[in-house]
């Protein structure tokens, strides 16, 4: 697993001109996301912050979820992921860096971020998922979603060549990287469970978070 990756300012660069060209990922990303949200289980009423927002289909999804009575979050690095997120759900949204949130502690249920952590150095991803566990409630949930290495001979043919490519020009793969982030995430305190989706060869990691009661 690599430690390094693109810096945050080469990363808002690629993101803010992208813009929806980054919807295109989805015939690799879309199965793993559809089981992050359906493992979010969001119930109508609750609070829910999503750290990485991308184009804002997934946040409108969620904005849906929880109904007139909810409240959905957003915060993405890149201005143009903020702008296209608000002409489709037009909820809350900051710009802000995933290792200190600009919100109160223990104030959200759920917690959703997909293909976000794969741009963080390794080192900061506990300071990110310390972050994380602190604005969720306790017994609050959280799922993420990221490329993860190869489980059968497709997807470790794929990771295999991703690595190569990324290893000349980690931008052109928009400094994504392959993740295990299910000791990271035990780590963090928080009850896991883990699956694994792999699609046109691309395999994703999606783990879900418990966040401890109090006591």
Not at 78 to 88: K, V
Not at 152 to 160: E, K, T
Not at 173 to 197: D, I, K, N, Q, Y
Request: one cysteine or more; glycine letters at 8%.
């Amino acid at each position: 697993m690599r430690s390094a990756t693109i810096t945050r300012s080469e990363a808002r660069k690629i993101y803010d001109q992208l813009g929806t060209r980054l919807d295109r990922a989805a015939r690799f990303e879309g199965r793993a996301k559809a089981l992050a949200l359906t493992l979010l289980a969001v119930k109508p009423g609750q609070r829910v912050l999503h750290v990485g927002v991308g184009t804002g289909v997934e946040h409108a999804a969620l904005q849906q979820a929880t109904g007139a009575h909810g409240l959905v979050v957003g915060c993405d690095l890149a201005r143009s992921m903020i702008e296209l997120t608000r002409q489709r759900a037009p909820t809350p949204l900051c710009q802000s860096d995933a290792i200190q949130l600009p919100l109160r502690s223990h104030q959200f249920d759920r917690l959703f971020s997909a293909y976000m952590l794969d741009l963080i150095p390794l080192a900061e991803i506990p300071l990110v998922l310390a972050e994380f566990r602190r604005v969720l409630r306790p017994g609050g949930r959280l799922v993420l979603v990221s490329l993860t290495e190869g489980t059968n001979l497709a997807s470790r043919i794929f990771v295999a060549a991703w690595k190569l490519v990324y290893q000349l020009d980690p931008r052109r793969l928009g400094g994504c990287r392959p993740l295990h982030l299910t000791a990271l995430l035990s780590a963090a305190g928080f009850a896991v469970e883990h699956h694994v989706v792999v699609q046109r060869g691309f395999p994703s990691e999606v783990l879900v978070g418990t966040a401890p009661e109090l006591g």
